[in-house]
Each structure stands twice: as C-alpha cells, then as structure tokens.
C-alpha cells in the first residue's frame, strides 16, 4: 500500500529515510525537497508499506507545459541493500510500481509519468517486467566510484594508485592548505567563480548561481554539506562542495582557477573531502560522474578527463541501471514521448536553464 506520510513523519523524515534498504540518499532528504521547492520543483513525501517491509520516498512534480505534471525521484526510491537485487527487494519494487501508477493517477489527475531512478546496478533487475520504459536521458551520472572510507585513513591513502598518493604529498610539501568555510555570501560567490573559471575550460552547461547557491547555503545549515577551498601564499586555487547523508559522502560540486595547477590541489582537495565525510561518520564517499563502462577508455568521452583523475582513488567503476518512466497517462505519455526532446529545447532556449 502507498499512501501520503503523515505530519509527523515528514518532521521526523531523515530519521525515516535512513532505514530504507538502501540507507537513504542525500537527494531523498526533505533538506533536498525544501530546496527544490525554491526551483521550480514541489516535494510529495509518501510511504510504502507492505508485510512488514516499508521505504519512505519523496517525488518531486514539475508542469510540463499544458500536457500535464511529471513526478520524479531522484536516486530512489530505495528499495535495494547495496546496489543488488534480493528476493524480497524485488518483490516490493514489483508491488510498488505496480501500485505506484494508479496512486499517482489519484493523486493529480494531470500526472503524465513518474520518473524513477533506484540505484541498483545495471543489468541486476529487468525493469521492463514492472512496466517501466528506459528513460531516453538519464538524469543523474549513471556510472561513478566509490571510495571506501570504513578503514583507517592510513590504509585507506594505501589503497590510492601510487600516483595519486604522490600528488597529495606533492601539494602538502609545496604548501598547499585546506580550509573548511561557511557558505556565506561572499564564499557562495567564490565557489560560482571557481566553476565558471572550470566551465570556460571544459564547456559543460553552468546552471545559474542562485540554484547553487540554494542548496550549498541550505544543506549546510543543517549539517549535511561543507565547502572547502585550497589555498597556497595567499592565492584560491580550487574548491569543492561535499555533502553527507548518514554513512554516505558525496562529492557535489568543484572548480578550480588556472593558476599554479603543477600544485595538483584537487588532489588534497578531494582526499580533505574524504576525511570530512569520515568525520562525518560517512563508510563511503561517492566521487560521482564517470563514463558508463562502455565508454571508460574513449578519450574523446566529455567525462574522460575526470575518469583519468577519479580513477587514481578507486580503479572500480560502479554502473546503474539509470532513469526509467513509470508511465501514469498512457495517451499522455505518448505525447510526451514524440516531443519529450523539443519541449526540453524550447525549455532550455526560453529560461536559459534545464528543465530538471
């Protein structure tokens, strides 16, 4: 059974969200509902329940012009222990998106789908016999590395690819520092800085620093996100922004300015990221973004150039199954289908930002 979580259970959320199977994740905190609903997004929080077992899941629903709304969960819901399908997590995945599209029907007589992205890996579950329809974009990273923090910090340095370990010390021999900073204002702005220098660079799309701002300000406040700035003599050289979520890391965000970059200080930045998560009390940091592993040794790839740096911390690549469609309106779905890639282009072309 589906239904919408009581008052107290979404005070109480993140206690919640903890003990789904998978753990939770960041994105499924009602601190990430509260700052997508500043963009656009409106946060739904329901609970599944079923002989015992229960996940608690947030959707988040956006208008698609005049077609209708689409609700989306992003990395969940978490239905899976660690990546992997057991029998009793395929049960209830089969139950709830069999229960999931009617529930919504009622819900908002304009929802058109409802997108779902359980972190499971690839190939482990075949979604297709819940009625799910592969997404045409994923929109989160498919692939990323993990990087396991239970061990000590000295074993875990051990685990680095020599060069990787090489470049730390470089940067602390050479003086780099590292230095944990409130995301005030002024530092909000620094950190946009460091990605636009980064964006001009590598030519990704650069959202606006007012949706940066909204989460970077808002995860810290409650604990859950820290910015760190590398510094040497003075002089900003990068910065990265990592959140956790219980025994979860996650790097979110980086940028580096061009200048004295043989100090390698996204080296030492990242493995200060690590030691923050641990802290934290994070027993694993998730680097995010790699090519699928399909692609892991295309140069022209346009995440290459992170693979080669990620790859020093973890040589193991963990791939997702991705974005699926839980379609709610069959006919509009449909519709949704034939002009899913114009509408996202009009979008982008008229806001100048992404739909999602």
Same mark, same amino acid.
């Given at each position: 059974m589906i239904r919408i979580a009581s008052p107290d259970e979404i005070t109480n959320w993140d206690s919640l969200v903890v003990h789904n199977t998978d753990g939770g994740h960041i994105y499924n905190t009602v601190e990430w509902g509260a700052f997508k609903a500043t963009v656009g997004w409106q946060p739904h929080y329901f609970v599944y329940e079923s002989a015992g077992y229960?996940?608690? +899941?947030?959707l988040a629903s956006k208008q698609a012009s005049f077609l209708g709304t689409i609700f989306y969960c992003s990395k969940?819901?978490?239905? +899976?222990?660690? +990546?992997t399908s057991g029998k009793e997590s395929v049960a209830h995945f089969g139950e709830f998106c069999n229960e999931l599209g009617p529930f919504i029907a009622r819900y908002d007589r304009k929802a058109i789908l409802v997108k779902l992205e359980p972190e499971v890996f690839d190939g482990e579950v075949d979604m297709h016999t819940f009625g799910l329809v592969k997404a045409k974009s994923d929109l989160q990273f498919k692939a990323t590395i993990f990087v396991d923090l239970s061990p000590t910090e000295e074993e875990i340095l051990a685990g680095f690819k020599q060069k990787t370990r090489y470049n730390i010390r470089l940067s602390e &021999?050479?003086?780099?520092?590292? $230095? !944990? &900073?409130e995301m005030t204002n002024d530092n909000v702005e620094l950190m946009y800085k460091l990605m636009a220098a980064t964006q001009t660079r590598a030519g990704f799309f650069l959202r606006k620093k007012d949706y940066f701002a909204g989460y970077w300000q808002g995860l810290a406040k409650a604990g859950l996100g820290q910015f760190l700035v590398a510094t040497h003599e003075g002089d900003v050289l990068a910065g990265i922004y990592a959140t956790h979520f219980d025994t979860k890391g996650y790097y979110k965000d980086g940028g580096s300015f @061009?200048?004295? !970059? %043989?100090?390698?200080?996204?080296?030492?930045?990242?493995? #200060?990221?690590? &030691? /923050?998560?641990? $802290?934290?009390?994070?027993?694993r940091y998730d680097l995010v973004a790699v090519p699928p592993k399909a692609h892991l040794e295309d140069p022209n790839h346009p995440q290459a150039g992170l693979y080669q740096f990620k790859r020093g911390f973890n040589e193991e690549?963990? #791939? +997702?199954?991705?974005? /699926?469609d839980l379609p709610v309106s069959k006919a509009k779905y449909k519709t949704w289908?034939?002009? $899913?890639?114009?509408?996202?282009?009009?979008? @982008?072309?008229?806001?100048? %930002?992404?739909? /999602?």
């Open positions: 229960i996940a608690y +899941f947030c969940g819901p978490g239905f +899976f222990k660690d +990546f &021999r050479k003086g780099i520092k590292i $230095e !944990r &900073r @061009s200048i004295k !970059r %043989n100090l390698m200080a996204p080296y030492l930045l990242q493995w #200060e990221a690590m &030691r /923050w998560a641990k $802290e934290q009390g994070a027993t690549v963990t #791939e +997702f199954t991705g974005c /699926w289908q034939h002009g $899913e890639s114009q509408f996202l282009k009009l979008y @982008s072309k008229m806001t100048k %930002n992404l739909f /999602w």
